[in-house]
Antibody, heavy 122, light 107 residues
Framework: EMQLLESGGGLVQPGGSLRLSCAAS????????MTWVRQAPGKGLEWVSS????????HYADSVKGRFTISRDNSKNTLCLQMNSLRAEDTAVYYC???????????????WGQGILVTVSS | DIQMTQSPSSLSASVGDRVIITCQAS??????LNWYQQKPGKAPKLLIY???NLETGVPSRFSGSGSGTDFTFTISSLQPEDIATYYC?????????FGQGTRLEIK
């Protein structure tokens, strides 16, 4: 069974940093692109960032470009999101999701992790 | 970026009703349109991919159609367990956007 388990969330002050991790199991991690999607409290879904299976291609939403960095370690089946210069509007549940293919070309998301809450507040 | 206009934002229907949700893209996305179900407190779940393909294990009462800019998601006979929020998602690479969501309630 494919599983994704996020960690690293919590409370951080505005301007601070946080690093999210996602441990993947049940599939050949390096064969699939991975993505972060977030959901602010009571709001809809927002795509954040994606990385190809080999790690050579990354994409970011304009709202996080220059502040967030996505990375992966295929030897450890782990996806990461380094979040710097955090703002109140980054407060959300962050989901780790697996894409259909390796190359960021055919893009639907399944499965999703259970999500991890990031709260940016003083 | 491509904008997705999903409607209605909320919907109340009775068990057994046919339910229709629409999603309109701001430009042609061929069939690059997926549908997800999110139950309260849970992660979203993929139901339909590439506009009309039913994900494995998803009940056949769910279906999708459309191409270009106009898409439709249908529940043929609403069941109590279908209470959730539904989202469309387009992938005109590299940009990905979701619709605003449709909250479905039982009347």
């Amino acid at each position: 069974e494919m599983q994704l388990l996020e960690s690293g969330g919590g409370l951080v002050q505005p301007g601070g940093s946080l690093r999210l991790s996602c441990a993947a199991s049940g599939f050949t991690f390096s064969n699939y692109a991975m993505t972060w999607v977030r959901q602010a409290p009571g709001k809809g879904l927002e795509w954040v960032s994606s990385i190809s299976g080999g790690g050579g291609t990354t994409h970011y939403a304009d709202s996080v470009k220059g502040r967030f960095t996505i990375s992966r370690d295929n030897s450890k089946n782990t996806l990461c999101l380094q979040m710097n210069s955090l703002r109140a509007e980054d407060t959300a549940v962050y989901y780790c999701v697996k894409e259909y293919s390796s190359a960021l070309a055919i893009r639907w998301f399944d499965p999703w992790g259970q999500g991890i809450l990031v709260t940016v507040s003083s | 970026d491509i904008q997705m206009t999903q409607s209605p934002s909320s919907l109340s229907a009775s068990v057994g009703d046919r339910v229709i949700i629409t999603c309109q893209a701001s430009q042609d996305i061929t069939n690059y349109l997926n549908w997800y179900q999110q139950k309260p407190g849970k992660a979203p779940k993929l139901l339909i991919y590439d506009a009309s393909n039913l994900e494995t294990g998803v009940p056949s009462r769910f279906s999708g159609s459309g191409s270009g800019t106009d898409f439709t998601f249908t529940i043929s006979s609403l069941q109590p367990e279908d209470i959730a929020t539904y989202y469309c998602q387009q992938y005109d690479n590299p940009s990905i956007t979701f619709g605003q969501g449709t909250r479905l309630e039982i009347k």
